[in-house]
């Protein structure tokens, strides 16, 4: 689990520091041999046991311990690096024998047993140590001679035992914090799954996911984008110092072929060092396929997100797919119910009203629902001219009304639909892949919807729907806007025939007014 109090392998909270000192003592004691336990980089974890008198004079000087700790250093990082166990000589002629500690192919920490000579140290060797730390010659050669004398064979069996004490503690320690994070994540998935199926609002569900995704690790900020139907930013969050953690088109396109996390560093164009930011996007997939991405950004400059990591936003994110799929599919409902309520709404008044004007302003406000769509025109065809003529609009201007009152079908996508009887829809017209001649020009346009009015099982018009930004066409808003327009065109016929039904009787009122009125003169 990647929580804020789960701690890397590499932590000196998995080596136990108050057991390992207590082995360490133990053992140091039966055995006679000074021991120590280091991280990788040589820096000391426990206190070195069993110290002799001879290391005692020479760590007394401020030289003296800085050559100790210095090729310390060398010793541990060479045994961390190589993953071998070394036995080597230190600067004032001392054995040592380390050996490497690991948890998964990574050392945790160096053990090292020592300080012991494999012969009697020589004077020359001692006297040139006293005069370079600034030592009492004659203390330092008599401290020499009480430095335990050991064979090699001796030394590399007391190091194996030391070894296999430190190693067996480090790996009960590490099962044991490996269950507990275990036990953590479960508990975590199952409160994180519980938060994100707790409503069936997109947005609500990918807010309430980042909280908790955010809480749980230690990510400063993040985004999920939903691929389903269109590229779409569910919800992002972020310190107010910081930029949005939203990924570009190639990294969402890389995480979408690939289906995997992708590692990378933010650093936003003109930003400076300081704002570069650990970034990992997370596949969100449901039944294989890739319908989102979640992404989370550390702090400024921290370390990149580890596999295990990466593992864990995984888990996180398979319940995340699950609960905004769910959402998305009500969202779908809600919409479907909302354009099934407009067609309801519009039969309703084809049936209990015969005013044109009426119609047309329900069913072009109905049309104007759906999402981007900023102008609606309808149109009808006056088959002796061949010209579409409009009969009512939302969203155009005065003048475009004037200029588009009556417009000739042919040479136009109009008279595809009008021919066909069939929708004609375009996501962009800037990427269309043939020319499309409209009838009219709007500023900014860029996608459209062309649907045919009928009446009298013939296509006597157009229902048309203009968007000045992309629009992905979903086939329920085209059959709405299908369905929408064969109703209005139905409303419609019958408010012509009404009318064309009133005026006849209206003039055999007026004839007949006449006559009788000329009949009374005679």
């Known amino acids: 689990m990647m929580g804020k109090d789960i701690l890397p392998l590499t932590h000196r909270a998995l080596l136990e520091i108050e057991r390992l000192q207590q082995i360490q003592d133990r053992l140091g004691i039966a055995m006679g041999l000074p021991a120590l336990v280091t991280n990788p980089h040589g820096e000391p974890v426990t206190q070195t046991s069993n110290l002799c008198s001879f290391c005692r004079l020479v760590n007394s000087t401020d030289e ?35 050996a490497p500690v690991s948890i998964r192919g990574e050392t945790v920490a160096v053990v090292m047993v020592g300080k012991v000579a494999l012969g009697p140290l020589e004077e020359e060797k001692a006297a040139r140590v006293a005069a370079d730390l600034g030592l009492g010659e004659e ?43 275990t036990t953590e994540e479960l508990s975590a998935l199952v ?60 990294v969402i396109a890389a995480v979408s072929r690939e289906a995997r996390p992708i590692h990378y560093r933010d650093n936003p164009e003109g930003g400076t060092g300081e ?12 039944m294989g396929k890739v319908t989102g991405v979640l992404t989370v950004a550390g702090g400024k400059e921290g370390a990149s997100f580890s596999e295990d990591e990466a593992r864990f936003l995984s888990v996180l994110g398979t319940g995340l797919a699950l609960a905004l799929e769910n959402a998305r599919l009500f969202r779908g409902l809600e919409r479907r119910a909302a354009m099934l309520e407009r067609l309801n709404e519009v039969g309703q008044l084809v049936s209990a009203s015969l005013e044109m004007d009426a119609v047309l302003d329900s069913a072009l406000r109905s049309a104007q629902e759906i999402p981007d769509a900023e102008c609606c025109v309808f149109r009808l065809l006056d088959e002796q001219t061949d010209e579409l003529v409009l009969e009512g609009s939302l969203g155009l201007s005065e003048d475009l009304k004037a200029e588009t009152k009556r417009v000739p079908a042919e040479g ?67 059959r709405f806007l299908t369905t929408l327009a064969a109703q209005t065109g139905v409303a419609v016929e019958n408010a012509r025939l009404y009318e064309s039904l009133r005026q006849h009787y209206m003039n055999s009122v007026r004839a007949l007014a006449a006559a009788l009125e000329a009949k009374d003169v005679y």
């Open 64 to 98: 003296g311990r800085a050559r100790c700790a210095d090729w310390r250093a060398q010793l541990a990082g060479d045994v961390a690096a190589s993953g071998q166990r070394e036995r080597r000589v230190c600067h004032a002629g001392l054995a040592y024998v380390a």
């Open 139 to 181: 203390e330092l050669l008599e401290a020499a001679r009480d430095v335990p004398v050991w064979s090699e064979k001796r030394l590399r069996e007391a190091a194996d035992l030391f070894h296999a004490a430190v190693d067996a503690l480090v790996q009960l320690s590490y099962s044991r914090q490996e269950l507990q994070q």
């Open 191 to 250: 409160e994180f799954s519980r938060t994100v199926s707790s409503t069936l609002n997109v947005s609500e569900v990918a807010r309430r996911a980042l909280e908790s995704v955010i809480g749980l690790t230690r990510a400063t900020s993040g985004s999920v984008v939903m691929l389903s139907d269109e590229t779409e930013v569910a919800a992002y969050m972020k310190p107010e110092s910081e930029l949005p953690a939203i990924p570009c088109g190639e």
């Open 275 to 286: 704002e570069n930011r650990p970034v990992v996007s997370i596949p969100l997939k449901v």
């Open 412 to 478: 136009t996508v109009l008279a595809e639909v009008l021919r066909t009887g069939q929708p004609v829809v375009v996501e962009d017209l800037a990427t269309h892949d043939r020319p499309l001649r409209l009838p009219c020009y709007i500023d900014r346009m860029r996608a459209v919807a062309l649907a045919p009015v009928r009446a009298r099982n013939k296509v006597v018009g157009t229902l048309e729907v203009f968007s000045t930004s992309p629009h992905r066409w979903k086939e329920e808003e085209v």
